[in-house]
């Protein structure tokens, strides 16, 4: 059945461009990534929104200008995109550039297949649903199942709609009761996504209740518990807590087992946010952070931070199968066509209908890396971490706001002229040392180290993300703080 | 403040294999679309899951293989996978393969950053800016605003969720109140994430009516007036109704200005579900299909459809400047900092918090394409769709089922032995020879063409999605029908 063609003449002229353009932007790729891993050039070259219009002349044509642009184009995004994968990078819960993923992530735009069923995506299928197992064996949902999502955010979504499915099993064909009254229960350093994804829910940010926490920033289950005992006094009910593994601007991670205590005495969904922290499950140093994960009733892991592979790649795993299918299942017919290989259809456990092939990336890094490269590079980054740490306090004016649990140093720095300073005058000098210093590497291009508001103050927020990072960037940023006018 | 670090011997020993895998990564890519394009080789390999989880080798090991695996499993994925860039792929809604957003693609997941803010993707944010407005600019949204989701299922979710603040502007802070009673309005041909929207927003799939359609698959708008004043009567408060551009199956375009009629004089939202007929805009012949579009007060449109752009890139369009960010947005201030450029974040416009640069691909491409370009793509599948039908009723025993509105085409086929039956003999005739024809077809790998359900009956959906599928391919395809067994 299958057809020789016979090659057309413009058929093979475009052929010879199309292959001079993927020569080219491979080119392009491996020059960059060198450069980035050799730390060479600047981490970004800042310009303002409108200087950047103009140097990337965004204005779309209307005739077209041919695919000789292309390659014209993709430098210029390069130049002038943040280089995530720098050395000396560390603003953000990602960093370094993994280059068997980037190949995946090529792959999956060349095959571009939507991930609703086995026939339209037979590989992406089986690929994600042994990476799903394999995630499931880490935290010890021996019976789990899972989907993967476009990041944290629609994963934590996801987790709350079926945590709601359960508690309020009417909920999908006849929606909120008006004696419902759901409420959930999150600490007050979680991720927004929580606290959203009750709004989308139905429920309003009035439905979740911020938990208090310990000063490292992990909840405190004391707390939990009485909240949990005032919102029933108040006719409302409890159905879903949320503890975080890795929180987002401290790191730190709650006390899993503690909280599962409360949940299971009070018949609760315990959903566990791991979208940073969960990787370090992959580590026999590190997982004990996580001990007591297996009894949670979902989890979000984002293997696009800690484990280097491109944005967007999130896990969400349930520790119950079908539990995500009776949550958000639609059997729509046009789609499941209710054949034996339909029984590998992941469609239906997704709040998405077509879906990129996420998992193809981390496939190719775990054949590439394995179990143990992974952990080499969780240790390395918990490693990491704590170096700064003690780089840091070796050196005057530094001081650690939050103790360093996970892979990010919360810290401010007080100016030489200022170091007599103390109690909230010290803070003052602190935050506004933090603002300005922060903007003028940012503007120099030669860090990009990001801040949060910690006790009411900017506080650097330096996360170790890149295990190429090594000591010399980590010296060379300190220095720079100091030196910083 | 740069350095030029000295390049270890291991570094640059591991930039060798990584020029040689981006490389030969370029070459495989080069050839799979060349292969596709001339129609050569299978449409797909089939296997069941289990022979192609042996010819996978899923397993993920614990030591790792090294970066030297990367391209087997490159060239084992492009060989199981569906060829959606073939000629003879027309079961999606999608089809092609767009050399430039393919390298758009690879540059996204190079440069690996995330859309929350200006800082951290500031070529990203102004490139979707720039299309947002380009959209818009065609579907009429003068004041509009907008932002990139992963699908037209997590766009028509955002649609559903501003439509509820705008008719409920408490539900953001405290939920749904018992007085509430929302309910919403779709065609009973509309694509089932909207229904599941609204189980997502609280409401339930009871809170969704199904409006008839007419006999082309249209939504009718008297019997949406009707349902409406029926609803309105049971205490119910109507707020949000949902026309459909390109139905999945029959590719319908509902009547958009009778329906804004209807919506304009009962107060309520009116959203176009355009995930895959907004792209008939691009063309002066056809967007008279979505006269009145610009009365809309929202839009999905993914241009990952009929524009050929690798999946996902689809946009959630908004008529009114703000309604994105009073629905989703909770100002985390670890993220957004309140500097000057902040103006550009589209972090507190998504449902998302980190978002992959899907905004790459459809900048890339329009540059190469320009509006013209895109125009002739659309007329182009227009032409398919009207050609294979003409193709296909010039042959006995096959017959249109569904008027053709758009690219869909959907018919069924009576074998030669059973010509004599008519009415329900004939469709359980058609029915049956639809599911083997398909199936046989699919197991030889020679046409993947879709089917679904349309008057009880099994039928064929052919879709114009490639451009490069010749009269050849859909001759081909109808001779494939008549001699299977």
């Known amino acids: 059945m299958f057809r020789a063609r016979s090659t057309e003449p413009s058929l093979s002229s475009q052929t010879e461009t199309i292959e001079a353009l993927f020569e080219g932007a491979a080119r392009l790729a491996s020059e960059t990534l060198e450069e980035n891993r050799a730390g060479r050039g600047p981490v970004v070259r800042r310009l303002s929104p409108e200087e950047l219009g103009r140097a990337l002349e965004l204005e779309l044509p209307a005739e077209g200008r041919g695919l000789e642009c292309v390659l014209e184009l993709a430098a210029k995004t390069l130049r002038y995109s943040v280089q995530t994968g720098h050395t000396r990078f560390t603003n953000q819960l990602f960093g370094g550039a993994d280059p068997a993923a980037i190949v995946g992530e090529w792959i999956a735009a060349l095959s571009n297949t939507s991930m609703y069923t086995f026939e339209a995506a037979p590989v992406g299928t089986l690929v994600e649903l042994a990476l799903l197992d394999k995630l499931n064996d880490f935290v010890g949902f021996s019976e789990g199942e899972g989907v993967f999502a476009p990041g944290g955010s629609i994963s934590n979504l996801m987790c709350v709609l079926a945590a ?21 229960f999150v600490s007050e350093e979680s991720h927004y996504s929580l606290e959203r994804a009750g709004l989308v829910a139905g429920i309003g940010t009035d439905g979740t209740v911020l938990v208090a ?10 707390e939990l518990e009485r909240s949990i005992a005032s919102e029933r006094a108040k006719g409302r009910t409890p159905f ?30 315990l959903h566990i946010d791991g979208s940073y922290g969960a990787s370090a499950l992959l580590s026999r ?19 696009h931070k800690m484990m280097g592979v491109p944005i967007s790649s999130s896990a969400t795993l349930m520790r119950t ?18 054949n034996s290989d339909n029984a590998y259809d992941l469609g239906d456990r997704s709040l998405q209908c077509g879906r990129r092939v996420d998992a193809l ?10 179990d143990r490269g992974f952990e080499e590079r969780i240790d390395a980054l918990f490693g990491q971490a704590a170096r700064f740490r003690e780089l840091m306090e070796e050196r005057p004016g530094f001081r650690l706001i939050r103790e360093q649990e996970g892979t990010n140093v919360c810290f401010r720095y007080l100016h030489r002229e200022k170091r007599g300073a103390e109690g909230s005058e010290r803070d003052l000098h602190e935050h506004a040392a933090t603002l300005a210093i922060r903007a003028q590497l940012a503007e120099e291009g030669s860090f990009l180290v990001n801040y949060a508001s910690l006790d009411g103050a900017a506080t650097f927020r330096f996360v170790a993300a890149n295990p190429e990072t090594g000591d010399e960037d980590l010296t060379a940023l300190l220095e720079a703080i100091e030196a910083a006018d």
């Open 213 to 222: 926490v310990d000063e490292v920033g992990r909840m405190r289950p004391e």
């Open 285 to 303: 140093r590190q997982r004990g952070l996580l001990a007591g994960c297996d009894r949670a009733d979902s989890m979000t892991w984002n293997p």
């Open 164 to 184: 709601r499915q359960r508690a309020f099993p009417h909920i999908k064909r006849e929606g909120l009761r008006p004696e419902d009254r759901p409420v959930m």
């Open 321 to 338: 199968k079908g539990s995500l299918e009776e949550t958000l299942g639609m059997h729509a017919d046009y789609l499941f066509h209710g």
């Open 240 to 269: 879903f807590v949320a503890a975080t593994a890795g929180t987002t601007v401290a790191g730190a991670f709650d006390p899993i087992a503690d909280i599962a205590d409360v949940t299971e005495s009070q018949g609760l969904w």
């Open 361 to 370: 990336k981390l496939w190719f890094s775990w054949q590439v890396q394995g």
